[in-house]
């Protein structure tokens, strides 16, 4: 059973900075692309940042430049390093997990989430 666990939230005030983690059990992060996705209330889910299984980065405009993504597949755990937070960036923060290019057939996965408050 695939379980994506985060860490790291909390309350911040503005222009602070967060460590994301996602800690993965029951598959390799090795065969997975990987992503942090947010959604704030009553808004949709949407990509914050991925990072395929070659290393290769994707960012949402809005955090290039203060967020990173990256994984130790070592540990099995994927980071996201949130600089110079907003307010509007207040939401829940997911991992996902998704395998499907190396193993065809399989799942992508979700975490339960972490929450980022961003006020003063």
């Known amino acids: 059973q695939v379980q994506l666990v985060e860490s790291g939230g909390g309350l911040v005030q503005p222009g602070g900075s967060l460590r994301l983690s996602c800690l993965a059990s029951?598959?390799?992060?090795?065969?997975?692309?990987m992503g942090w996705y947010r959604q704030a209330p009553g808004k949709q889910r949407e990509l914050v940042a991925s990072?395929?299984?070659?290393?290769?980065?994707n960012y949402a405009d809005s955090v290039k430049g203060r967020f990173t993504i990256s994984r130790d597949n070592a540990k099995n755990t994927v980071y996201l390093q949130m600089n110079s937070l907003k307010p509007e960036e207040t939401a829940v923060y997911y991992c996902?997990?998704?395998?499907?290019?190396?193993?065809?057939?399989?799942?992508?996965?979700w975490g339960q989430g972490t929450q980022v408050t961003v006020s003063s």
């Open positions: 990072i395929r299984i070659g290393g290769r980065t």
């Open positions: 029951g598959t390799m992060i090795s065969i997975c692309d």
């Open positions: 996902h997990a998704d395998r499907r290019r190396m193993i065809p057939g399989t799942n992508a996965y």
